[in-house]
């Protein structure tokens, strides 16, 4: 299993973005699926997740700011950051947990600045 984010970019403050995680190989039924965060100089930290039903969780700190989904049909799963603040600069890191593995993809770099 593989899984691939996209998205990166520099984006105004009060802007949006949406980032992708496509997975690719077998048995793509996870348990279920994180975006994760490292700003420079941090530890890499969780955002948000989604479970293998539907139900999803997330950060304080992004909670009524992002929203986290999935086409399973096209096997990605999405982050859509809406009201972006500098502090949300990162790279951000798709991860999913299947049985007791856990896979995670390459870190895309979003910058939030004027």
């Known amino acids: 299993v593989q899984l691939q984010a996209f998205g990166e970019g520099l984006v105004q403050p009060g802007g949006y973005r949406r980032l992708s995680c496509v997975v690719s190989?077998?048995?793509?039924?996870?348990?279920?699926m994180s975006w994760y965060r490292q700003a420079p100089g941090k530890e890499r930290e969780w955002v948000a997740r989604?479970?293998?039903?539907?139900?999803?969780d997330y950060a304080e700190s992004v909670k009524g700011r992002f929203t986290i989904s999935r086409d399973i049909a096209k096997n990605t799963m999405y982050l859509q950051m809406n009201s972006l603040k500098p502090e949300d600069t990162a790279a951000y890191y798709c991860?999913?947990?299947?049985?007791?593995?856990?896979?995670w993809g390459q870190g895309t770099l979003v910058t939030v600045s004027s």
């Open positions: 991860m999913a947990v299947r049985g007791i593995i856990t896979s």
């Open positions: 190989g077998s048995n793509r039924n996870f348990k279920s």
């Open positions: 989604i479970y293998g039903g539907g139900t999803t």
